[in-house]
């Protein structure tokens, strides 16, 4: 599962979150890092189709949604976050230690210190105009 490769459409960035989903399971927490517009919440989306939920959308303002499924997914977008004491204060901790869901955390890298140590590091970087660097890092 770890290693990167070249995505050249919207196409195989769904195509590479369906693959995905054969290998992320509950209890797993899931860090996406990018810039704005790489593909973070396409990539959320593609996978949350995979696993049967189909109304995924951005949580940019409500910092998470949950989508109920064949297990739990969390999606976080950590973007308008100031602080790490609002993410403690809607109880991050204990969403991502939910075993039985699975958590992507959209800009995860600006809050790192409230990660846990174990997690899957997604990073999605703009090499043109459609086509992006896709690396997959467990840690």
């Known amino acids: 599962m ?3 490769r070249t995505i050249n459409s919207v196409d195989e960035m769904r195509d590479f979150a ?3 989903y054969k290998y992320i399971k509950p209890g797993d927490v899931i860090a996406l890092n990018g810039e704005l517009g790489a593909g973070k919440t396409l990539f959320v989306k593609a996978f949350c189709k ?3 939920y189909d109304g995924s959308s951005s949580p ?3 910092i ?4 109920p499924g064949e297990y739990t997914i969390y999606h976080f977008d950590f973007y308008r976050i100031k602080k790490s004491s609002e993410l403690l204060d809607i109880g991050i901790e204990e969403y991502l230690a939910d075993g039985d869901a699975v958590s992507f955390i959209e800009w995860a ?3 790192a210190d409230v990660l846990p140590q174990r997690r899957i590091e997604i990073s999605i970087k703009v090499i043109g105009e459609t086509s992006r660097e896709v690396s997959v890092e467990q840690k």
């Open 109 to 111: 890298e600006l809050f």
């Open 2 to 4: 770890t290693g990167s």
């Open 18 to 20: 369906r693959e995905m």
């Open 50 to 52: 995979a696993a049967g």
């Open 64 to 67: 998470v949604n949950s989508y």
């Open 60 to 62: 940019t303002f409500a």
